[in-house]
């Protein structure tokens, strides 16, 4: 059954915009065809198109349930911006693995420090279509290093995937956490000075193996790991 982020409307759901251009004018649905709708919230709402207008659809809400992709951990992925296919790679596996922040943070070796908010939001809302979550995550504006170190203590835990290190990630690290962050660097990396810092917060560092890997594939490989042993 496909899926649609719409709007309250009354007793009734209404989708306009581009989701109502991909449902009416790419998916040819008529009134009468079954769909889900999301509202941004924690339930998925089983829906009957009742009216197709010119610019929208006004559905008919046949019963609720509670999306059950929503993640059971509170997970926030701190990305130092990297370039703008590396982010957009970043943004929909984040999304699937669970992520419910992103924060992209600027640093020594950063050199694109700017994104399309709408372009980024149409983003998150595909990701989350794809992977069935009533819920958007959040991408927050970019931040200094400086203001992401200084954000760590408000977590659980927080993992520092980092290319020097020689700690394995452990199931020890996530026992009875829910609130968690994990750290990832650019395709740069980071300085060994940045490092340092990190390292002097109370963070877990943690190697993912003598493979360098490419930024988009170690933030999937680390919250893979997070998602796996966090049973997130």
Known sequence: MKRFFGKQFGKQILIDGDEFVHLKKVLRMEEGDKIIASLNDENDYYCTIAKINKNDCVLDVDSAEKCPALPNRDITLFQMMPKKDYFDAIIAKSIELGVNEIIPFSSQFTQ?????????????????????????????????????????????????????????????????????????????????????????????????????????????????????????
Do not use: H
């Open 112 to 232: 694109n420090k700017i994104f399309k908010r709408e372009r980024i939001q149409t983003q998150i809302q595909t990701a989350c279509k794809q992977c069935e979550r009533s819920k958007l995550p959040v991408v927050s504006d970019i931040i200094s290093f400086k203001q992401m170190l200084e954000n760590l203590g408000d977590f659980d835990v927080v993992i520092f995937a980092y290319e020097n290190e020689e700690n394995p990630f452990t199931p020890a690290i996530l026992e009875n956490k829910q609130k968690i962050a994990v750290i990832v660097g650019n395709e740069a990396g980071f300085s060994e000075e940045e490092a340092k810092q990190i390292q002097a917060r109370p963070v877990q560092s943690i190697s993912l193996g003598k493979r360098i890997l490419r930024c988009d594939t170690a933030v999937v490989a680390t919250l893979s790991l997070v998602c796996i042993l966090s049973g997130n």
